[in-house]
């Protein structure tokens, strides 16, 4: 069946640094991909989107591409801040339903 | 402000009592679900409802019951607790399912303990 697997946690990184969070997916078809993000204390909220094969989702500085060739949508950040401290979730469209990974923790240090 | 209000937000039951965790959306939307977050486990699907008058089904149903009891309400009832059930709910809603360019919205969960 369709799941999402994403790469153990947590992760803890300099502030300016290089984010990268691995996202690979098992499929039939090409469902649409996403990423949440969930702040301390809060519910989820979408980040970012691809519906299709090579859509490029971007927002606040993330960005993922689907990639079909490697079954994958990893998340990166040039820059990260303090702020983008939160649980990461990468997730796919079952039936128009969300199928999540088991969230990545991400923690920046000033 | 609009979006996605659950309650209560904390709760301890023994094992055994019930209780029902209670959800309710003002965005007009179509679909509502129920989730749980479990460490380590990322999010399941219990239940859902992709409109007024329709539940299903989701990947761990057991032990859960649920109530579609308008567009704006979508409730979460345990019948007996278990400490299995010890877990953060969340529900969301959604205009169209996945193909929201919104995504699902969230609200801020309920931590639930069963002793």
């Known amino acids: 069946g369709n799941s999402v697997t994403q790469m153990e946690g947590p992760v803890t990184l300099s502030e300016e640094a290089f984010l990268t969070i691995n996202c690979t997916y098992t499929a039939t078809g090409y469902p649409s991909l996403f990423w949440y993000v969930q702040y301390p204390g809060e519910g989820l909220q979408l980040l970012l989107k691809?519906?299709?094969?090579?859509d490029k989702g971007s927002n606040k500085g993330f960005e993922a591409t689907y990639r079909k060739e490697t079954t994958s949508f990893h998340l990166e950040k040039g820059s990260v801040q303090v702020s983008d401290s939160a649980v990461y979730f990468c997730a796919l469209d079952r039936s128009e339903k969300l199928v999540f990974g088991k969230g990545t923790k991400l923690t920046v240090n000033p | 402000n609009a979006g996605v209000t659950q309650t209560p937000k904390f709760q301890v039951l023994k094992t055994g009592q019930s209780m029902t965790l209670q959800c309710a959306q003002d965005m007009n939307h179509n679909s509502m679900y129920w989730y749980r977050q479990d460490p380590g486990m990322g999010l399941r699907l219990i239940y859902y409802?992709?409109?007024?008058?329709?539940?299903d089904k989701g990947e761990v149903p057991n032990g859960y019951n649920v109530s579609r009891l308008n567009k704006r309400e979508f409730s979460l009832r345990l019948e007996s607790a278990a400490p299995s059930q010890t877990s953060v709910y969340f529900c969301?809603?959604?205009?169209?399912?996945?193909?929201?360019?919104?995504?699902?919205?969230f609200g801020s969960g309920t931590r639930l303990t069963v002793v």
């Open positions: 969301a809603s959604s205009e169209v399912g996945t193909r929201s360019n919104y995504g699902y919205t």
């Open positions: 409802s992709a409109s007024e008058g329709t539940t």
């Open positions: 691809a519906t299709k094969a090579d």
